[in-house]
Each structure stands twice: as C-alpha cells, then as structure tokens.
C-alpha cells in the first residue's frame, strides 16, 4: 500500500492530472481509496460531483457518484454517502453495481439486513459482469451470516460457491472463503471446525503471497480458541498482549471483537460494557449481546483511561480521582464548565462516541455541522478550528491531556492518570438494559416456548439467583417487554 501511494502521488502531480475525463479520474479515486487514501480520491472528485455552493452538477455519471459515496463512507461521512445512494438509485437507469456500493456503505455501518436486497438485485443483473457479480454473491453470504444470523445456510451456500472459483484467476476471493466459514463456525460454537478452517485460510494467504488478513486471522483464531475450556484461562492472559499487537496495526474492527469475546468469556463487566458503550452502532450493539452470553452486572457509569497513544482503556469508575465528564463539561481540576451544547462540549462528544477508532475530520464535520456537505477546500480547517478550541479550554482548565491529530483523524490523549467520564450511571442503564433485558428474555422465551413464566424458569433458563431473576422480571414488566398475572407466589409473566 504504501508503494502504491508513493506512486498515486507521482501520478497525481502530473501535468493535467484533474483534467482528464471524468471516468478516468474515477479509475485513479477508486484506486486511491484501495490503498489507503481515500481522502484523495475525494479531493479529486468533489469538484467533478458538487459545485462551489454545494449543489450537485447536473450529467454526473452514476459510478462517479457511487464512487464519492464510498470514498466519504471511507473517511467517515455516512450521513452524505447515504444521500449519494438514494440519488442514484431514484435516477432512471441507475448503474448495475449499485448494489455493491450500498453493501459496501452499509456493511460499514454494521448494516447487513438492508443491504441484502440491492446485493440480490445486482446478481439479478443482466448487465453485471462475471466477477463483480461473484463479488456481490460472497458479500450476499456475508450478510446471511451476519444480517440474517444463519451461519449454517451461510456455509452450505459458501461451499456451493467455492465450486465455482478459480483459484488462480480469482485469488482474492479464494483466500477469503475459508476466513467466513471460521466466523460462521464461531458463532455455532463449532471450534473444532472454526479452527480447521483458520488453519485452510493460513494456507491460502501463504499461497498467495503477504496479505492483509495474517493478524486478522490470529485474533479470529484467539476469539474462537476462548471457547475452549482447558485452553481459556491461559489465553485470557494474552489479551493484553494481543490488544497491544493490534492498536500498533490499527486495526480498530477486530481489536473490538477482541475485547467482546474477553468479556464474553471472562465474565468481566467492566469490558463488556467498555465495547458496548463505545460502539456508537445500535446494530453492532446488538450482535455484540447475541447468544450465549452471561450478562454481567452493570457498573456505576463509564470512564476511560487515557493514553498517549491508542485507543483510551476502561478504569473502574470512582470519585477520588482527576476526572472530566463529558455529559456537562464538569472537571476535578478547575471550575470552569464547557456549556452544554456548545462547539467545544460537542467536540468532547464526538470524540468519546468511539472508543476504538479516531474520529475522523469528516465524522466531526459531520456531527458539528450536520446541515453541511463536505468540502474539501474549508471542511478540513473548520474540524481543525473546532478541535483547538477544545484543547485551548481543556488547558485553560488545568486538564493534563488534548485532543490529539493522528492517523486517521483526531482523539484524546493523555498520561493515562487521569481519565474522562463518558457516561452517568442513569444513561448506562438507560442505554444498555433495554439491550441486555430483551436478550436475556428472548433466552427465557426460547426454553419456555414461549408460554407463561415465574422466577424458577428465569433461575433455570439463565443459571441466575433468585433475586436477579425477580430483578429481570420486573424490569421487563416496567419496560413493557412482559405483562404480570396474579400476585404472590403464583404471579406469572406473559407476554404483552
């Protein structure tokens, strides 16, 4: 990737570079965006897609709207890129991969199930080619596995269509089939076979040279050893070390589903709730909290430990150290308060909406001016005018960290000492025991059939005390997710 760049650069100070056609400016965004530089490709097209007040140009080719819409879904800008989708969808003859592009977008935001039906249509597609549209298919098995939550028809389906591969004329794909099926056999708890196929897509990325999905590959591996009870205890250890080895590589996805699976098998709140609470996806939330999982209890807020570089770590949430709380702007160490609403409390905002990945200049732009199109030529200084401002309050209140410009956009940094509180204990329950109650139900339903419940069938179906179980049976009354009959030791719940 880096080669590439080098020579992408080269090529795009070029005597003549963005006066070329728009299809072949088109070509060199896409493959700018490939190697890691999306922020290039949009320089590119922007004044090809918009005009200097922000309206669309009119005669704008349909794969270079689709192209703008992913290279802003790369940096960030979800909100606009969704907006480029539907306008290329209402036109009347949209193009035959726009079915590729929507899953690309929304498989970005953890939104598989809506992106299945574009991907169904552009296999449909008479005008699509042979590759793209095996393409589409493995994206469609994708989400089968994710969206629709059915890893056994995922695989049957993946196996069908290895058959049809070639595994030299059609590498890349080869060298992901293997990576799908372990992640399917993972969420069936089928280690034994999740294991054998890491060990077939080891092989291939061997076979076909470097490739990107070494470490991918060892995480998923980890993940999926953890279910193993004689190997757990050891490996449970090595998070560490291995959350180490990804924040050096940046790769924020898995680094994620590493500290999910820790929690999930270490029982440990405090973890848990660390990945829920900064997944700023309701979706990905959801598939975090899938079955089996042992739902820990929640802790009092949110607070995080930051670093002076990497992603910020979860520390127990306690009165007697330096703190600031990004909810009202209200610190340890002055008497100075960010107004709620304002640009610098917003900046804080966005942010700690992320535990894991930088915010990116255009996800900021986003969430500061949310009316506004990306632009180029003042976005990038407007993100950067809103960030010093913060910084210039946080030292002017004595505060030991800022917010800091790194790759791939902006995030706090500190001496890890003093940490920022990101949520009040009323706003964790009010965000994730909805999350928490209602699986914990679904559970209780699927051993019950569905009929009639008390506490002993709580106790049964979730391994629960007594008083946890009547604990959960009356929050799903308050919530509205069950209906009590009767009184005493004879109430029973339903559903409403």
Known sequence: WAEA?????????????????????????????????????????????????????????????????ALLADLGAFREADALLERVAASPDPPPELGQYVSLIRYRQWDWVTALPWLDRMIAHPRVGEYARKVAKVNRITGRWRGEQDPGGAISELREFERALDPEKERLLWREIPLIEAGCWSDLRKTREALIAYDEAEKRIQAGGPGQFK?????????????????????????????????EAERWHILRSVDVEYAREARDALWMNHALLGTPSPRARERMLRAPLALPDLPQGHALALRETGPPDPVPYAGDSEFLQVWNGVSSASDRVLKEGFGEQRTLQALCADFYQPASALALHEHLFPREFFNPASSFNRVHQAVSRLNRWLKAARLPFSAEKVAGGYRLAGPGTPYVRVKPEAEVKEELVPLRLRKRLEKVWGETEGGEIGPAGVMKALGVSRRLATEILREGVESGMLKAEGAGRGRKYRRP
């Open 5 to 69: 760049r080098e020579a992408l650069a080269s090529r795009a100070r070029s005597k003549g570079f963005l006066q070329q056609p728009v299809d072949e400016l088109t070509a060199w965004a896409q493959i700018a965006r490939r190697c890691g530089s999306p922020i290039d490709g949009a320089r590119w097209l922007k004044p090809r897609v918009r005009d200097a007040t922000g309206a669309f140009l009119r005669g704008v080719p349909g794969p270079t709207l689709l192209e703008y819409a």
């Open 215 to 247: 470490l991918h590959v060892e995480a998923n591996r980890w993940c999926t050893r953890l279910q193993v009870p004689t190997e757990r205890a050891k490996l449970l250890k090595g998070h560490g070390r291995l959350r180490e080895r990804l924040i």
